[in-house]
């Protein structure tokens, strides 16, 4: 299945409706105490880097089994947003437009 950011991809389809797909994620709490001193020196927290790229990954597939499962051949127009549930926790939600094409 195509997954694109943009609207206009080469060929013509149908709309057939929004669909989405979300996960809420969290890390481990020793990792997040490791986090919390990282946080005092700066730099990078690989860990909610890795949790945020998994969440996307979860997202993604959900939003495009919804697609898949009311006959879309591609999902256009795809956003991502995000927002804090609790303190180190987070959901990610991807987002589009499912299409058929002609």
């Given amino acids: 299945m195509l997954i694109s950011t943009v609207e206009n991809i080469g060929r013509d389809y149908e709309v057939i409706g929004i669909v989405k797909g ?14 919390g001193f990282k946080n ?12 945020m790229d998994e969440a996307r990954r979860i997202a993604t597939e ?32 991807a987002y589009g437009t499912a299409v058929r094409f002609k």
């Fill in 62 to 93: 959900r939003m495009e089994g919804e697609a898949q499962a009311i006959g879309a051949d591609a999902v256009v127009c795809v956003r991502y947003a995000s927002s804090a549930i609790a303190q180190s926790a987070a959901e990610v939600m």
């Fill in 22 to 35: 979300s996960t809420v994620q969290t890390v481990n709490a020793f990792k997040d105490i490791g986090a």
């Fill in 40 to 51: 005092l020196v700066g730099g990078e927290l690989k860990r909610y880097t890795e949790m």
